[in-house]
């Protein structure tokens, strides 16, 4: 059974670092294109970054050059670092597959960002 496990958020404040992390059962990430997605209060859940099986990595303009993801095939572990966080940054993060299923949504995990 395919399971997906954010964790790594919490509070920071702006201009402050993070890392998140996926842990993945069932799958394999090196053969998947997998994604990072955030849903801030009041809106949509959107993409924000994406590795593919080879490693080409592809980011939402609001985030490239700050975030940065990567993954650890050998630990099945996707990660996304955040650097120089904002305010608006603000949202709960989810790992899924690229594009997203449906059925493998998490629990996500919590970023809070203070101005």
């Known amino acids: 059974q395919v399971q997906l496990v954010e964790s790594g958020g919490g509070l920071v404040q702006a201009g402050g670092s993070l890392r998140l992390s996926c842990g993945g059962h069932?799958?394999?990430?090196?053969?998947?294109?997998m994604g990072w997605y955030r849903q801030a209060p009041g809106k949509q859940r959107e993409w924000i970054a994406d590795i593919t099986a080879p490693g080409i990595t592809n980011y939402k303009d609001s985030v490239e050059g700050r975030f940065t993801i990567s993954q650890d095939n050998a630990k099945n572990t996707m990660y996304l670092q955040m650097n120089s966080l904002k305010p608006e940054d603000t949202a709960v993060y989810y790992c899924n597959f690229r594009p997203p299923q449906a059925k493998y949504w998490g629990q996500g995990t919590q970023v809070t960002v203070s101005s």
């Open positions: 069932g799958i394999f990430f090196s053969l998947n294109t």
